[in-house]
């Protein structure tokens, strides 16, 4: 059982800036991998960003050089930066977590927490 916190989420007008914070916790050995997704309404669930234990992010293309992910994984937390926001990225944001409940799992499992709503006004 992998249980997330997360946080900051809200309403934002074009332009503005927001940061998410996430906390996991549960039945883990060790976390691989750490990040956001996103999902608007009638989309399917997209990669925002997620960074590994050895501290190289991934981001989409379209958050390059607006967003920053940053990873504290001796607190299994991450955060998610964003900045220059804009109305078409309104969606639920979720936080991302690969996990191992074991120390024989190599590879680990995906999970995701229900996710906070933001909302970007024009």
């Known amino acids: 059982q992998v249980e997330f916190e997360e946080s900051g989420g809200g309403l934002v007008q074009s332009g503005g800036s927001l940061r998410l914070s996430c906390t996991v916790s549960?039945?883990?050995?060790?976390?691989?991998?750490m990040g956001w997704y996103r999902q608007a309404p009638g989309e399917q669930r997209e990669l925002v960003a997620t960074?590994?234990?050895?501290?190289?992010?991934n981001y989409a293309d379209s958050v390059k050089g607006r967003f920053t992910i940053i990873g504290d994984y001796a607190k299994n937390s991450v955060y998610l930066q964003m900045n220059s926001l804009r109305p078409e990225e309104t969606a639920v944001y979720s936080c991302?977590?690969?996990?191992?409940?074991?120390?024989?799992?190599?590879?680990?499992?995906?999970?995701w927490g229900k996710g906070t709503l933001i909302t970007v006004s024009s």
């Open positions: 549960g039945m883990i050995f060790s976390i691989y991998n």
């Open positions: 991302y977590a690969r996990v191992a409940a074991v120390g024989a799992d190599f590879v680990g499992t995906d999970y």
């Open positions: 960074i590994d234990g050895g501290g190289k992010p």
